[in-house]
């Protein structure tokens, strides 16, 4: 599985620099190691918030707030790491169900809080990964490019680096198609059920 590092060293290869890094946790030294540090958290939280991908989204029990919930019932915290929230639903609602009305919105201390008219909600949403073994293959892919349109401009710099940087942005849509056509496919098939009393009547 690919590391930060190698993620990195992938974008730096596809502007065709020579250089690779080592290290960006602390940064090694060289200006590359600097600005992928400065440009790798950015691009992966926002691949991330893109799409619903499966290795990162996950589902947990809100905790109340005592919060008020203004024109809604109910305030709830929302969970630390959460990039985009997907749906509200009820405890014991399969994921698949219809989200329930809520809002997201932030308290006078700027805590991120979750309003909706539920009791005991739970959230479907996406986490923020860092752990790049959890990554796919293709989402590696599709950051590599996404990172490299990041670093066109600091690296290569003026018009050289403007077009590098659409360059990879449109490699990066292409890459990005392949990565959420696989991750769709990766949805569970969900079972027709006809009931007891319509397979009687024939």
């Known amino acids: 599985m690919a ?19 080592a290290s960006i946790e602390p940064p090694e030294g060289s200006a590359q190691a600097e ?3 400065r440009f790798y958290p950015i691009a992966r939280d926002a691949l991330l918030e893109m799409h619903p991908w499966k290795f ?14 203004w024109n809604w019932a109910y ?4 969970p630390a790491g959460a990039v985009r929230l997907l749906s509200v639903l009820a405890a014991d609602a399969p994921a698949q169900a219809e989200t329930q009305p809520f809002e997201a919105q932030a308290t006078d201390t700027g805590a991120a809080i979750i309003l909706t008219n ?8 996406v986490s923020r990964i860092t752990d790049t073994t959890k990554f796919s ?7 590599g ?3 490299a349109s990041h670093l066109a401009g600091p690296i290569l710099k003026g018009e050289a680096g403007s077009a590098m940087a659409k360059d990879c942005l449109r490699q990066f849509m292409l890459s990005m198609s392949n990565a959420k056509t696989s991750n769709a496919n990766q949805q569970m098939v969900r079972q027709e059920h006809t009931a007891p009393w319509i397979v009687a009547r024939g």
């Open 137 to 143: 293959p293709l989402f590696v892919d599709a950051l």
């Open 56 to 69: 990162a989204t996950r589902r947990a029990m809100l905790a109340p707030q005592v919060t008020a919930a």
């Open 118 to 125: 539920l009791p005991s909600a739970s959230l479907l949403y």
């Open 35 to 37: 600005h992928c540090a």
């Open 3 to 21: 590391s930060e590092v190698d993620i990195c060293n992938l974008a730096l290869a596809h502007l065709g620099d020579e250089a690779t890094v």
């Open 75 to 78: 305030a709830y915290a929302e």
């Open 145 to 147: 490019w996404l990172l």
